[in-house]
């Protein structure tokens, strides 16, 4: 299976911040990378897929980018909604694998 | 808009069969596949496999071979996933999610559904 590293666990900012979350694979995945956010009622939502493809609906203060194993997630201008935990998730092989989540604190 | 309505939570003991539905509204349902992801309390997110909507075929990830299952009702434009001979490890919400159209990410999710099992 291919490992997906998040090193940050936590992630403490402020409002008007800027922030970025960092996710690694433990192989190439060719940039099938995606971003979740879980909010903490537990819903999910996507907002990124294909390392840079903002999902319709997402603020434009999101956005990303990466290659190779190495993939990274930016918040900017931060807001009051955005405390949540943020997930990647490979989908360039068999089983899907995610991250274990960097949670943003405000 | 797109919604997966799943069913509400779940206490059920350990040997138990458990059935939750995920119901699909605002696209066509067997126009893409459905995924179902665990969530273990206080943990990450984990794929269990997925089912193709317009044939009914499901896909299991090694961990979730044996006692999952995942079902359509293509009429009813609904999914289900069934686990039979619960186990305390069970205790998890579950997701459903929906495939996005090009490469593989999950562009709507289901809201949860919480399954306690405990005796």
Request: hydrophobic share 30%.
């Amino acid at each position: 299976d291919v490992q997906m590293t998040q090193t940050t666990s936590s992630l403490s900012a402020s409002l008007g911040d800027r922030v970025t979350i960092s996710c690694r694979a433990g192989q190439d995945i060719s940039n099938y990378l995606n971003w979740y956010q879980q909010k903490p009622d537990g819903t999910v939502q996507l907002l990124i897929y294909y390392t840079s493809r903002l999902h319709s609906g997402v603020p434009s203060r999101f956005s990303a980018s990466g290659s190779g194993p190495d993939y990274s997630l930016t918040i900017s201008n931060l807001e009051q909604e955005d405390l949540a935990t943020y997930f990647c998730q490979q989908g360039n092989t068999l089983p899907f694998t995610f991250g274990s989540g960097t949670k943003l604190e405000i | 808009q797109i919604q997966l309505v799943q069913s509400g939570p779940e206490l059920k003991k350990p040997g138990e069969t458990v059935k939750i539905s995920c119901k699909a509204s605002g696209y066509t349902f067997t126009d893409y596949s459905m995924h179902w992801v665990k969530q273990a309390p206080g943990k990450g997110l984990k794929w269990m496999g997925w089912i193709n909507t317009e044939t009914g075929e499901p896909t299991y990830a090694e961990d979730f071979k044996g006692r999952f299952a995942f079902s359509v009702v293509t009429s009813a434009s609904t999914a289900y996933l069934q686990i039979i001979n619960l186990k305390n490890e069970d205790t998890a919400t579950y997701f459903c999610a929906k495939r996005g159209l090009t490469t593989a990410h999950f562009d709507y999710w289901g809201q949860g559904t919480t399954l306690t099992v405990s005796s």
